[in-house]
């Protein structure tokens, strides 16, 4: 299972009264005049970005007539969704749409990654997430680097605490050899890689695509995750990452070209045993 998360509480909640509306028959213009609130409003909650007062709540189970079970877990939503996520507290650092990202990726019960130069976050020691953001922003200053890795620290806890994330990374082999940080960076990059793979082998599967393969469908792409949620109520959500810009999509379209990329690529990495040697004999080269 996964913990708790108010985002992942107000995305489910939305997609639930945006259902009921539906099935109510009611257009989004329709039902922001029917309760008096502006469209914009209504697409924000609908969307999980906003959450709903408890009045507005109720007068909208009434008025999709809502049994009393049905309304009773919306209103537990509504009220885990009003909680705050502990990514809050970094909200004058991040846009909107990466605090998102990290109460869904908080709440996700499992995420498939594909990284191509770079090890994933969810993976890097403190001084290659240090190296990392550095190189992102480098006029930035030394208290904000502190607090941007602080953050990136904290979302960590998902692969080694007590609710553990599943993930699937897929990784170029070309992370093993870029020399972020330097080479004790590096070294020491590769060898926290080894201990996760032998400390949680039934919830961390690591996967090389080696400099041998010819080519996949992800192979040139920039970084993306899949993400899965313990309720059967929410759809698969990715996260794609480009030089210019970050963003959650749930196109259904784009992110069943993003799943069948990502299957490509695991299709081309070597399996576990050969992806585990492969980070240890960079690791060993490295060290002379």
Not at 219 to 246: A, Y
Request: charged share 25%; proline share 3%.
């Amino acid at each position: 299972m996964a913990p708790s998360s108010p985002t992942v509480a107000a995305w489910e909640l939305g997609r639930r009264l945006r259902e009921k509306r539906d099935e109510a028959g009611l257009s989004a213009t329709a039902a922001a005049k029917k309760f008096g609130i502006t469209a914009a409003y209504l697409s924000e909650f609908e969307n999980g970005k906003k959450n709903i007062g408890e009045e507005r709540l109720t007068a909208l189970a009434e008025a999709y007539e809502l049994d009393g079970e049905e309304a009773a877990e919306l209103r537990s939503l509504r009220d885990e969704a009003g909680s705050r996520g502990w990514w809050s507290e970094y909200s004058a650092l991040f846009s909107d749409e990466l605090l998102r990202f990290f109460g869904y990726e908080h709440g996700a019960e499992s995420v498939r990654s594909y990284d191509s130069a770079i090890v994933n976050g969810l993976l890097q020691t403190e001084n290659y997430a240090r190296a990392v953001i550095e190189a992102g922003a480098p006029n930035i200053r030394l208290a904000e680097v502190e607090r941007r890795l602080e953050c990136r620290l904290r979302r960590q806890h998902r692969i080694t605490g007590s609710e553990p994330l599943h993930l699937n990374s897929v990784i170029s082999e070309a992370a093993l050899h870029q020399r972020i940080g330097g080479v004790g960076v590096l070294a020491e990059q590769l060898e926290h890689l080894v201990k996760l793979i032998n400390t949680h082998p039934d919830t961390l599967d690591i996967r090389i695509v080696p400099f041998e393969v010819t080519g996949h469908d992800a192979i040139g792409g920039s970084p993306f995750l899949l993400m899965t949620f313990p309720t059967g109520k929410l759809p698969m959500l990715l996260w794609h990452e480009t030089v210019t810009s970050k963003q959650l999509i749930t196109d259904s379209l784009t992110i069943r070209e993003h799943s069948l990329a990502h299957t490509e690529a695991s299709k081309a990495a070597l399996n576990r045993e050969d992806s585990l040697n492969k980070i240890v004999s960079a690791s060993r080269n490295l060290q002379g």
